[in-house]
């Protein structure tokens, strides 16, 4: 597996598949043609269906401002969902074309070559093995992350979780409408200052992480700068539970940073042996990856064991299990918001559960990986993120 370090990434919403992907896909096209004086990008899958919505074409344009942008709605069978054709001129004359691929949490691929290289950190295939190891050698999984990563990531996850912070902070101050035509209003502010009557420890600690969760989601859907985690979709899941178990809690930095580290490696062991992105596996593969990368950060913080810890993340990811990507008008507002709240709800409630019932699961984190990734390649087409079916095609949209 490669490092844990291609897991987070900081870059602009709404859709880390959607625009970060395919902002880095024209960076790195662009700097393959220097001299060239006229670009044209082709769209296919998801990225025709969802892209103007998602704000495909606004990310492009960020690198190659008079590109010509086109959304191919054919039926080819694709060898991603997210498909892109770079073509590149000068001058008229056709300089060279490369055919891209957003693979989630805004990572590329293109032509049999993934973005950053393909450079092992991690010998173990899965879970399991990283399980294995650690039990043979006596140590934790922070332990055995940090080993593995070297002195350089500490100050990466420094910098994530600064990125987060200020995510949750800038969506707790923001008030109004979001962007898009739904005419949906911020809700995170509210949220965060409503208190009811008799209000119980519970339901505040309920309100509190909804509303960070609400914050980070709808700067996403405002374009604001978000962390995949792993997706931009998934981001308000985890940075909301970390936010709230510091500032709320009390927990130390140092200790949010080891959680960001156990989170960032059950993400990685996903996208592995799966996939994060919605355009490929549904709502499963970012929200569920999302729940059970939370999953993992609590129980970190709450000092369980490492076997704990994955009954924890695979909890939140069995769950999750078959959950469709649906978003209206190709927004990521309806359902997404919500969802991310709910999902890290989900995470509180594994976490919960697997603190005393770990001796008696049946099922390993690999297992329900493996079947989470089946899952999304039996999904039909249009409940994988092209607004074809679900809530987006009931809703009776005012636009």
């Known amino acids: 597996m490669r490092s844990i370090q291609t897991v987070y990434k900081i870059g602009q919403g709404p859709s880390s598949s959607h625009t970060v992907g395919p902002f880095r896909a ?3 096209f662009k700097s393959l043609y220097p001299e060239a004086d ?22 492009i344009r960020r690198i190659l401002p008079d590109v010509t942008v086109l959304f191919d709605h054919g039926s080819e069978a694709l060898p991603h969902p997210n ?3 770079f073509k590149a001129f000068q001058r008229g004359e056709l300089l060279g074309s490369l055919r891209m691929f957003s693979i989630g949490g805004g990572s590329i691929r293109w032509e049999g070559h993934t973005e950053g290289g393909n450079r092992e950190v991690y010998p173990q295939k899965n879970f399991g093995e990283i399980l294995y190891d650690c039990y043979q050698e006596g140590i934790s999984l922070k332990e055995f992350i940090y080993r593995s990563e070297g002195p350089t990531l500490t100050p990466y996850l420094s910098t994530v979780w600064a990125a987060m912070k200020e995510s949750v902070e800038r969506g707790l101050a923001a008030e109004g409408e979001l962007p898009g035509g739904l005419h949906l209003m911020r809700r995170a502010k509210e949220l965060s200052e409503a208190r009811c009557y008799n ?14 969760a609400y914050a980070v989601s709808e700067e996403n859907a405002a374009e604001g700068v978000v962390v995949t985690a792993p997706t931009c979709g998934s981001c308000g899941v985890l940075p909301s539970l970390l936010y709230y178990m510091q500032f709320n809690k009390g927990f130390p930095e140092e200790e949010i940073l080891d959680a960001l580290a156990v989170a960032a490696l059950i993400g990685n062991v996903i996208r592995t042996n799966a996939s994060i992105s919605g355009a490929e596996c549904g709502c499963q ?5 999302a729940s059970s990368m939370a999953a993992g950060a609590l129980a970190t913080l709450y000092g369980l ?10 909890i939140a990811m069995e769950h999750s299990l078959g959950l469709t990507c649906d978003p ?3 927004l990521v507002q309806i359902p997404c918001i919500e969802r991310n709240t709910i999902g890290a709800m989900r995470a509180v409630d594994a976490v919960n559960l697997s603190r005393f019932l770990v001796g008696t699961r049946k099922i390993s984190l690999d297992d329900v990986i493996a079947t989470m990734y089946q899952t999304g390649k039996d999904m039909n087409e249009k409940y994988r993120e092209t607004s074809h079916g679900g809530l987006a095609a009931i809703y009776n949209s005012p636009v």
């Open 26 to 28: 024209a960076k790195y």
């Open 199 to 212: 209000e119980n420890a519970d339901v505040t600690m309920s309100r509190q992480i909804a509303a960070y």
């Open 83 to 85: 498909t892109m054709l």
């Open 38 to 59: 006229a670009f044209e990008v082709a769209l296919f899958g998801s990225l025709s269906y969802t892209g103007e919505g998602h704000g495909t074409e606004k990310a």
């Open 328 to 330: 209206v008008n190709g």
């Open 285 to 289: 593969a970012e929200i569920g990856s």
């Open 305 to 314: 064991t490492a076997k704990q810890t994955e009954y924890a993340a695979e």
